[in-house]
């Protein structure tokens, strides 16, 4: 399909501009452009909505009954954290009691976010920032969940939300809102074929998270010596920070110079959101001309955050592993370790021991510095360089199998994207009537 003909398709409830011609087979509808053979109703005409009950324990009076609110919706999941009761009247139980197959959709904060309840528990209510969508025909309600995710992640939510004190999308105007309906069968192999990726994320996802657990428990264990590997032994030493090298600070680097080009360059505050334990490739780039006054990186040098917000943060630290000339920013302190395993190092820095030193040693309450003096005093347990190679070695590569695992997540939620900008607005079909 050609950009005009793409175009055209993706005319859809937002309101966004028509183009002229309509591809054949296709019509224009509230609902967008659609196959001719769909039909167009809206959320209201398909499912019963209603918005929940706000639950005050200290105010209402019956027996007490489980609830969630729209914290414990997530993208097609629930989460049932922090379940809290309330008590309920008998008429209050009958008119918010969940049923199996609900659709529960947030009515403020991330607009539109929705799940399906299946019985987590055998009994649960929802208060007030959750509409309750339940089907009163035979519309898939996983169609339904799609339509709202592909919604959310377009824009197309923004024309039926009410700006008050906080933004939210009231009953009426949810009720409003125009539903394509394909044929029952193609409903059905839509949701399908849509389950089946989301089943490969939450596998790529829970897999992800299994993984990050282990690598956390294999840190606390090979970088405290609770347990050593194969071949290695004896004691390990205690030194300062100050004994492993020399201490220097970052200079002349301000936001304003940084570009998208040039020289690679490393600043303190990506040390809390780009980076952790190491850097292979920097974010930044600045000219030669700010190159000339700032101090350069080597490869194999630690790089300390000396400043940040709280005391628990201070001192965010990476090594530097990249290949190519790198240059600090301001409130960067640069270390450059001698006879020393400077990924071991990245990843030893930032652990619970070392942090909580950190944190004493800040300074300032608005905004937490910490300077060359300070960390030069921070005391670690420091192993042979062969047995921080080998620690190093096994921390680096449960890093990468992470990545690859991160990517290929990523790599489906992009096709997942793709597949529901396609089959829910049927520029795909699944199912071809003759």
């Not at 959750?130 to 309600?141: A, D």
């Not at 630290?317 to 001698?338: H, I, K, R």
């Not at 360089?385 to 590569?397: V, Y």
């Not at 690859?404 to 597949?419: H, P, S, V, W």
Request: glycine share 8%.
């Amino acid at each position: 399909m050609d950009d005009r003909g793409q175009a055209e398709m993706n005319g859809s409830l937002a309101g966004s501009a028509p183009v002229a011609d309509v591809p054949a087979g296709y019509k224009r509808t509230e609902a967008g452009v659609i196959p001719q053979d769909w039909g167009v109703s809206s959320v209201g005409a398909e499912f019963t909505v209603q918005l929940g009950k706000m639950l005050d324990a200290a105010k209402n009076v019956g027996t007490p009954k489980p609830y969630i609110g729209n914290r414990a919706v997530q993208w097609r999941q629930i989460v049932l954290d922090d379940m809290v009761t309330v008590p309920m009247i008998p008429s209050e139980v009958r008119r918010f009691r969940l049923r199996r197959g609900d659709l529960l959709v947030c009515e403020g904060g991330e607009i539109g976010r929705a799940a399906i309840w299946n019985d987590l528990i055998p009994e649960c209510f929802h208060q007030k920032a959750l509409h309750r969508l339940r089907p009163t025909g035979s519309y898939v309600v996983y169609l339904m969940l799609s339509l709202l995710q592909l919604w959310a992640s377009t824009g197309c939510l923004a024309n039926y939300v009410t700006q008050t004190s906080i933004a939210h999308l009231p009953k009426e105007k949810l009720e409003l809102i125009p539903l394509p309906v394909p044929p029952p069968d193609e409903q059905l192999a839509i949701a399908e074929a849509l389950s089946d990726v989301d089943d490969l994320l939450f596998s790529l996802e829970n897999l992800i998270v299994k993984k990050q657990a282990i690598k956390q428990a294999t840190m606390q264990q090979l970088l405290t010596g609770k347990i050593r590997l194969p071949g290695f032994s004896g004691e390990w030493e205690t030194k300062q920070l100050g004994r492993l090298g020399s201490f220097l600070k970052g200079r002349g680097i301000k936001r304003e110079d940084v570009s998208s080009t040039g020289y690679s360059c490393i600043r303190y505050g990506e040390l809390y959101t780009r980076y952790e334990n190491y850097i292979l490739n920097a974010v930044a780039r600045i000219p030669s001309s700010i190159a000339q006054t700032a101090l350069p990186v080597k490869t194999g040098d630690l790089l300390f955050a000396g400043s940040g917000e709280t005391s628990e943060e201070i001192g965010r630290c990476a090594a530097y592993l990249g290949d190519e000339p790198a240059y600090a920013g301001g409130d960067v302190v640069v270390l450059t370790p001698l006879g020393q395993n400077s990924l071991y190092l990245g990843y030893m820095m930032n652990q619970p021991t070392v942090a909580r030193q950190k944190a004493r040693m800040g300074q300032g309450d608005a905004v937490v510095h910490i300077n060359t003096r300070n960390l030069a005093q921070i005391q670690i347990d420091l192993p042979p360089i062969e047995e921080q190679t080998e620690i190093a070695a096994i921390l680096f590569d449960m890093d990468a199998e992470i990545a690859t695992l991160e990517r290929r997540r990523d790599k489906t939620r992009a096709l997942k994207q793709g597949m529901m900008q396609q089959l829910l607005t049927g520029r795909i079909r699944l199912l071809m009537t003759e």
